[in-house]
Nanobody, 120 residues
Framework: QVQLVESGGGLAQPGGSLRLSCAAS?????????MSWCRQPPGQQRELAVV???????NYHDSVKDRFTISKNSAGNWWYLQMDSLKSEDTAVYYC?????????????WGQGTQVTIFS
């Protein structure tokens, strides 16, 4: 069983910064293929903000490119989202997600979500 736990959400003003963390625990963590941060703004569907693959490629949604930075530790059981130049439209519940391919079949894991609110 794998568990993901987010931390670091909260309140910030436009132009401010927040850092989210995701801690993974459980079995076969080395089998993670991709780790990501998704977000769900109020009244909207969940969307992918950024994904990092274990091979190194990183893909950012256009709305967060050049403002958000994803990183992970070498063990691959922690990953982070540095959010800078925050905007009101970044207000959302942020979820960390991991896709595990090994061992098969594919498994997807989600954290419980952490609220990020940007207000002026």
């Amino acid at each position: 069983q794998v568990q993901l736990v987010e931390s670091g959400g909260g309140l910030a003003q436009p132009g401010g910064s927040l850092r989210l963390s995701c801690a993974a625990s459980g079995s076969y963590l080395s089998g993670f293929h991709a780790m990501s941060w998704c977000r769900q703004p109020p009244g909207q569907q969940r969307e992918l903000a950024v994904v990092i693959f274990t091979g190194g490629p990183i893909n950012y949604h256009d709305s967060v490119k050049d403002r958000f930075t994803i990183s992970k530790n070498s063990a691959g059981n922690w990953w982070y989202l540095q959010m800078d130049s925050l905007k009101s439209e970044d207000t959302a519940v942020y979820y960390c997600h991991a896709a595990r391919l090994v061992p098969p079949p594919r498994r997807d894991y989600w954290g419980q979500g952490t609220q990020v609110t940007i207000f002026s």
